[in-house]
């Protein structure tokens, strides 16, 4: 089949001439009017927000979208970086109110060990530096729980430590039970005023006139009130618990009763010469656990000891 061929007829030679650049002016036309479809379409097709499904521009979307999100994990690891380091510092702050109510420093090994870390390996199907990226925040987000919690663990026992040391602080025997003179020298061996032999002298004299007033030195309970058959005259006893007892020796009178419940500073007895004794005054004695303590040693108040170091009342 031969070539095909187009003509027209000219009016100027009266006869059909072939038409050579027919074809080139067709396919010409023909791309510029599918140009100009295809931007009608494209223009239409954006300003009504895609409604052919075409996808177009979307790449261009998703890519600023990526460059803000990237940017704010950027700036979420600055902040869980400053995270870690406040929780750091509220460590340090939980060991000194640890020490204040006596209980151990969480060392730096046990924290460490408390919070740990996380699996680096964890992929997220993205590209390698963004899935480096939220391997970091997933760490430090995890860690940061971790210390929140042990510090809310920590923050719970120290509650309960203060409860208990509120408790046994009221009961511990922490005031004088009585005005009056005394020597910080009267705890320990010495020679028995009466006796006039070397014995332990377990208590501290305090010297005032007979029916000076004697007080509780902390919370307890009263387990023997009366007169004794030995050289302690007539005696309080008090159990504060916690594994503390207190002795009030040679008093003259007692002001409460056996079981009777009391509160540090409340008014037991009255100071005497009852007992083995050679004048007025009042022998207290401390014991933790059944052994006797010095009683100076738990006294709250202040102790001008240049005052007493140069005495040594020897009364009982």
Known sequence: MGKLKLYYFSGDTLSFVEARWAKTKLAGVTLLIAGVIGMTVFEGNQYLGDALGLGLGRASVLAAENAVLRAQMDLLAGKL?????????LNDR??????LVDMPKIDEDTRKAGIGGTDNRREYGV???VNQLLVDLNSLAGRAERELQLQAQSY???????EANKMRFTHLPAIKPMDGYYS????????????RIIKPHEGLDIANDAGTSVFATGDGVVEYAGRTQGGYGILVELSHGFGYTTAFAHLSKVLVKEGQRVKRGD???????TGLVSGPHLHYEVRLNGIR?????YFFDDVNYQQFQEQNLVLD
Do not use: C, K, M, W
């Open 94 to 99: 939980g060991n000194e109110i640890r020490t």
């Open 156 to 162: 719970e026992e120290v509650v309960e430590r203060y």
């Open 81 to 89: 970086n400053g995270l870690e380091r406040q929780l750091a510092i």
């Open 267 to 273: 008014l037991i007895a009255l100071s005497g010469r």
């Open 293 to 297: 303590q010095n009683p100076i040693d």
């Open 127 to 129: 590209s390698a530096d």
């Open 184 to 195: 910080i020298h009267g705890f320990g061996t010495r020679l028995h005023p009466v006796l």
